[in-house]
């Protein structure tokens, strides 16, 4: 299943809306911008959508008005994330708003472990 290339307006709506914070790190993953905190997605771009990750009361509250659980493949939600509302991202303060949303979510979450090494057998 090949992914469409994500447009370019939306890639640089994701990059503007991004909060500005030394702790973010963005990342290329599989091909599409994202942002990480501690190791952890906090948000991206998949295909032409915009996702984020946001705590589970925050989550619920979209989920009731607009936004849809994010999906990547048929039957496998990845259940902390939402697809962001097309509405939205005609918004630039809500948008900002939302990412930032995410990002004060993923700072509470743990640290991501690196993969440990398994050494060559020679």
Known sequence: ????????SLIDLFDSALPEDQRLEKRSLFGFPAAFVNGNMICGIHGNSCIVRLDPVQR???????????????????????????DVLSQSLRLKSLLQLALDYGLTLPPKQGKKKTPKKR
Request: glycine share 6%; net charge positive; aromatic share 8%.
């Open 1 to 8: 299943m090949k992914l469409q290339k994500a447009p370019q």
């Open 60 to 86: 619920e509250g979209w989920l009731k008005n607009k936004a849809i659980l994010f999906e990547p493949m048929p039957g496998r939600p990845m259940k902390e994330y939402i697809v962001v509302p097309a």
